[in-house]
């Protein structure tokens, strides 16, 4: 056999046969269909592998042959995983590391990782929190508006109405050839600091907002408008001539619409925290006690990549709740947040 072939009959034999190794000294169950010395492969073991791979690669093995072929990958596996014994490898620090990796990883999936664990948390745990960040759930429609202020006080507020009334003309008259005139017209002549600079862009804002901005007519009458149509409203600051630029729907996302995606994201907070407690309590039994001046001393290469595998993140895997990736693979399911739209 020649090299590639070889490597290409190791790996086939690994991934049919290495998804749930039984454990040395474990009993097997059914008759033997393979056997030979320190070597059983039974037909329910068989059958388990076979149960291991999808649908679509099971269509493979129906037949005899092709069921021995089968057979004969899972034997390649169990002869080089006992020459790997008879050489010692068994004791080798990277596989004692990879079996920690996958202990740590089942004892996680064991205590935070079994059952639905969205049903333990009560509606009315739900509900509050929906209530209390119903903001999440109902956001108000919004208007984008493009405007020059021309501020009036009580003494030049006619003076400056009649002056707005120009601008209005000047800008509609402009607008036919260029739509976006008012923000250079805004730059030149608005007399609002905070969106002078940005060409009159007042960005989206939903009708509380431009209430506690302009006031409650203001807000109206900037949502009754016709987008791209420029008029002047007038305000206590003095005169908006304004023209509604985008327009963001309102959304609202019911508790029945969210209650599940809310019990998940409860859930997997829970389990967190769990998880983090069970953490500590396993530091402070084991009195863990760290040695700063040598660990300071341990250099961190910053070139290259170490070997392949399931990395350092490995060893310390543990619910996530998002955002902070962490410092490896979380090993416990965690359900969806609630999507944002």
């Given at each position: 056999?020649t090299?590639?072939?070889?490597?290409?009959a190791?790996?086939?034999a690994?991934?049919t046969a290495?998804?749930?190794p039984?454990p040395?000294?474990a009993?097997k169950?059914?008759?033997?269909?393979a056997?030979?010395d320190?070597i059983l492969?039974?037909?329910?073991?068989?059958?388990a592998?076979?149960d291991?791979q999808?649908?679509?690669?099971?269509?493979?093995y129906?037949?005899?042959?092709?069921?021995?072929?089968?057979?004969?990958?899972l034997?390649?596996?169990?002869?080089?995983?006992?020459?790997?014994e008879?050489?010692g490898l068994?004791n080798?620090?990277?596989?004692?590391?990879?079996t920690?990796?996958?202990m740590?990883q089942?004892?996680?999936?064991?205590k935070?990782a079994?059952g639905d664990?969205a049903?333990?948390?009560p509606e009315?745990?739900?509900?509050?929190?929906?209530d209390?960040h119903?903001d999440?759930f109902?956001k108000?429609?919004?208007?984008?508006?493009s405007?020059?202020?021309?501020?009036a006080?009580e003494k030049?507020r006619a003076?400056?109405g009649?002056?707005?009334?120009k601008?209005l003309g000047?800008?509609k008259t402009?607008t036919k050839k260029t739509?976006t005139?008012?923000?250079g017209?805004?730059?030149d002549?608005?007399d609002?600091?905070?969106?002078?600079?940005?060409g009159?862009?007042?960005?989206?804002k939903?009708?509380?907002?431009?209430?506690?901005?302009?006031?409650?007519?203001?807000?109206d009458?900037?949502?009754?408008l016709?987008?791209?149509?420029?008029v002047?409203?007038?305000t206590?600051?003095g005169?908006?001539?304004v023209?509604?630029i985008?327009?963001q729907?309102?959304?609202v996302?019911?508790?029945?619409?969210?209650?599940?995606?809310?019990?998940?994201?409860l859930?997997?907070?829970?389990r967190?925290?769990?998880?983090?407690e069970?953490v500590k309590k396993l530091?402070?039994d084991a009195?863990?006690?760290v040695?700063?001046?040598?660990?300071e001393?341990?250099p961190?290469s910053?070139s290259?990549g170490g070997?392949g595998?399931m990395?350092?993140?490995?060893?310390?895997?543990g619910p996530?709740?998002?955002?902070?990736?962490g410092p490896?693979p979380?090993?416990?399911p965690?359900?969806?947040?609630?999507?944002q739209k």
């Open positions: 056999m090299r590639g072939l070889a490597a290409t190791i790996a086939v690994i991934a290495a998804c749930k039984v040395p000294g009993q169950t059914g008759p033997a269909v056997q030979g320190g492969i039974t037909a329910d073991e068989l059958k592998r076979l291991e999808s649908p679509f690669i099971r269509q493979r129906q037949g005899l042959e092709k069921k021995r072929e089968f057979l004969d990958n034997v390649r596996f169990e002869v080089l995983a006992k020459a790997a008879k050489e068994a080798d620090p990277d596989v004692l590391l990879t920690k990796k996958i740590v089942k004892l996680v999936q064991k935070f079994e664990a049903k333990e948390i009315a745990d739900a509900q509050k929190y929906y209390d119903r999440e109902v108000p429609g919004k208007v984008r508006l405007g020059i202020l021309l501020a006080t030049d003076a400056r009649a002056q707005a009334k601008v000047q800008l402009a739509p005139a008012i923000q017209m805004a730059r002549l608005s609002d600091a905070a969106s002078k600079g940005a009159g862009d007042l960005g989206f939903s009708r509380d907002e431009l209430a506690r901005q302009g006031g409650q007519a203001f807000a009458a900037a949502f009754a016709k987008d791209g149509e420029p002047i409203l007038e206590p600051q005169f908006w001539i023209q509604v985008g327009r729907d309102e959304i996302r019911t508790f029945d619409q969210m209650k599940g995606q809310i019990q998940a994201r859930a997997r907070e829970r967190t925290k769990e998880f983090d069970y530091r402070d009195r863990i006690q040695n700063d001046a040598e660990l001393k341990v961190v910053t290259g070997p595998g990395g350092h993140g490995g060893m310390m895997g996530r709740t998002g955002g902070d990736p490896g979380a090993v416990a965690a359900a969806p947040a609630p999507a």
